[in-house]
């Protein structure tokens, strides 16, 4: 089955000018900072430790989860961002003893800590974590239920369809297309309605707040999820994208779509 990737909502990133000189000691450098240096410097160094390991250096220090998860625990009334980018840091080292920490962290006052510990959580993919994200659909923040909808389409987990389902009706689009996007995965043409809309500038034009290249990405992603949803159906839709469409980039990926079928 087709998975999509519908990118949960940006967060503002301080780029640190903090650094480590010698890179085979960054990790454990990091970490000795990020336990001991200043409210600053602490941050700086969990924002490092996230961009380390996105890297691929967690392969040289095994169980690191169990260094992490502690400094992540005791961070808990410290600067946000500390846990936030350790929240990055749990979800890249793909060790699930961390589900419980982000669990928890839904929790959160802070919607920013909530936001990344989703985007963990769909990273580790544990269904254990499915029932809590559940709850979380229900957040009063639009961007924590849309970030929610994302991660549980990156679980897919069965659990979840009711969920995705009642996110249809969300009064937010790009929540509703979150949710079409992940219940589209499970084949169900309940998500069509959605995912129409999504290819449809007119309504993409009511939208408050949407810009150009935005309509964009969400007509590419629903152009690579609704013609697998239903098939010949889309074809009609499509042709006319493919011929019409002001955006060169929107019409080369309905003519993509449209020759799937052939």
Not at 179 to 197: N, S
């Amino acid at each position: 089955m087709l998975t999509v990737e519908c990118s949960p909502p940006p967060f503002k990133v301080q780029h640190s000018p903090f650094s480590i000189r010698h890179e085979e000691h960054a990790i454990p450098d990091y970490l000795n900072q990020i336990r001991a240096g200043s409210s600053h410097e602490r941050w700086q160094a969990a924002y490092q430790l996230s961009k380390s390991l996105k890297r691929g250096e967690a392969k040289r220090y095994p169980n690191l989860e169990e260094q992490v998860a502690p400094i992540y625990r005791s961070s808990k009334n410290d600067d946000p961002r500390i846990r936030q980018y350790l929240s990055m840091v749990l979800g890249t080292i793909g060790d699930r003893r961390a589900t419980p920490l982000l669990i928890e962290a839904l929790n959160d006052r802070e919607t920013e800590t909530r936001l990344y510990a989703l985007i963990a959580l769909g990273e580790l993919k544990d269904p254990t974590s499915v029932p809590s994200i559940v709850e979380t659909t229900r957040d009063g923040d639009k961007d924590v239920r849309k970030t929610a909808f994302y991660a549980l389409g990156e679980i897919h987990d069965p659990r979840a369809v009711n969920a995705l389902v009642a996110g249809l009706e969300d009064q937010v689009p790009d929540v509703r297309w979150n949710a079409a996007i992940a219940l589209a995965q499970f084949g169900d043409r309940r998500a069509a309605p959605v995912l129409r809309t999504m290819l449809d500038r007119t309504m993409l034009d009511r939208v408050t707040g949407i810009r150009e290249d935005q309509k964009e990405d969400a007509m590419i992603v629903a152009l690579t999820v609704y013609p697998k949803l239903v098939g010949a159906e889309a074809r009609p839709e499509l042709q006319k994208i493919a011929a019409s469409d002001p955006s060169l980039r929107i019409r080369d990926a309905a003519k993509q779509a449209l020759s799937a079928f052939r």
